[in-house]
């Protein structure tokens, strides 16, 4: 399994290819694609490398699936014996994120076609085996 670590909107994120995130909001368009160079760390086949701070040469590619206001957060604030009350809410914008592809230097470590090909040859493969002997 292949994953990395990036940095976006002032947080860290793990991600893999093929499975959608949701983060602070982009200037990209829905269907956009676009490449973040702050990758953190990769791990691929076992071979894990830490960047200092980034990983060199290393890219993530995704799309822009949509934007959207998160979930309400409600803030109160209350003094006591005082009889002052403050009720706010706040919403956050949102992008969700499609992660395409890891890469390292050029070369594509991990992209979502290929993770999705891979799980129907396990499972042919599966039913291959289950399948019953005719004698």
């Not at 994953?3 to 990209?28: H, M, N, S, W």
């Not at 829905?30 to 791990?43: C, G, M, N, T, Y």
């Not at 109160?76 to 914008?93: A, D, I, S, V």
């Amino acid at each position: 399994m292949t994953y990395a670590i990036i940095e976006t909107g002032g947080k860290q994120v793990r991600v893999e290819p093929g499975r959608f995130y949701d983060i602070e909001l982009l200037t990209a368009q829905p269907d956009e694609k676009i490449s973040i160079d702050a990758v953190l760390l990769v791990q691929h086949d076992g071979n894990v490398t830490v960047g200092q701070p980034t990983v060199e040469g290393a890219v993530v590619e995704g799309t822009v699936m949509r934007h959207f206001r998160d979930r309400k957060v409600l803030v109160y604030k209350m003094k006591p014996k005082k009889k002052t009350r403050k009720k706010r809410g706040h919403r956050q914008e949102v992008t969700r994120l499609m992660i395409d592809s890891i890469s390292m230097n050029g070369s594509v470590l991990a992209a979502a076609q290929a993770q999705a090909a891979d799980s129907e040859a396990s499972t042919d493969a599966v039913a291959e085996t289950e399948a019953p002997v005719a004698e």
